[in-house]
T-cell receptor, first 113, second 110 residues
Framework: LAKTTQPISMDSYEGQEVNITCSHN???????ITWYQQFPSQGPRFIIQ???TKVTNEVASLFIPADRKSSTLSLPRVSLSDTAVYYCLVGAPIGGATNKLIFGTGTLLAVQP | NAGVTQTPKFQVLKTGQSMTLQCAQDMNHEYMSWYRQDPGMGLRLIHY???????DQGEVPNGYNVSRSTTEDFPLRLLSAAPSQTSVYFC?????????FGPGTRLTVL
């Protein structure tokens, strides 16, 4: 199973763009990269998933370089409500062949006014 | 459509007691899993299931049993509770385009 490494914490201010990078040096050919968000006392919430290049949805963008050994979650114009822990996972895609999904320690993003 | 439901929300046990944490989903998902989250830590996979009648171990399976007799339900059993099992337990269900987590069960073992 591919292991991921993320910064433990990051600080930002409202209105700024935030980029959180995840390292996954031993990612397998069939692995996808998935990001989750977790607020205190709640279960994680799926944000975005990708395999290569760039994926964008209504809340975030995911950038994956050609070697796929890292990925960057980009949150545009963060607000106070984006303060949460963000997890990067590497493994089977949502809806694809099932295997274990292992969470790392995540990145605590603190957004200040 | 209730998504993923978990009961109870809170539970206090004494060392050695057994109990079952319930998890149900109404989305007809094949893949379900159980995680535990200790204070200030990430989630750790306990057990998972890829369909009715099929279960497998995750990272930290010791002290827990699971079964999957129906697609909808995936209960987690604590055989003999220990203080080290004090944690928040999350059940998850995965479908075609996302994975949904339940609200969690906060378990304290005295």
């Amino acid at each position: 199973l591919a292991k991921t490494t993320q910064p433990i914490s990051m600080d930002s201010y409202e209105g700024q763009e935030v980029n959180i990078t995840c390292s996954h040096n031993n990612i397998a050919t069939n692995d996808y990269i998935t990001w989750y968000q977790q607020f205190p006392s709640q279960g994680p919430r799926f944000i975005i998933q990708g395999y290569k290049t760039k994926v964008t949805n209504e809340v975030a963008s995911l950038f994956i370089p050609a070697d796929r050994k890292s990925s960057t979650l980009s949150l545009p114009r963060v607000s106070l409500s984006d303060t949460a822990v963000y997890y990067c996972l590497v493994g089977a895609p949502i809806g694809g062949a099932t295997n274990k999904l292992i969470f790392g320690t995540g990145t605590l993003l603190a957004v200040q006014p | 459509n209730a998504g993923v439901t978990q009961t109870p929300k809170f539970q206090v046990l004494k060392t050695g007691q057994s109990m079952t944490l319930q998890c149900a989903q109404d989305m007809n998902h094949e893949y379900m899993s159980w995680y535990r989250q200790d204070p200030g830590m990430g989630l750790r996979l306990i057990h998972y299931s890829v369909g009715a009648g099929i279960t497998d171990q995750g990272e930290v399976p010791n002290g827990y049993n699971v079964s999957r007799s129906t697609t909808e339900d995936f209960p987690l059993r604590l055989l003999s509770a220990a203080p080290s099992q004090t944690s928040v337990y999350f059940c998850a269900s995965r479908g075609a385009d996302t994975q949904y987590f339940g609200p969690g069960t906060r378990l304290t073992v005295l």
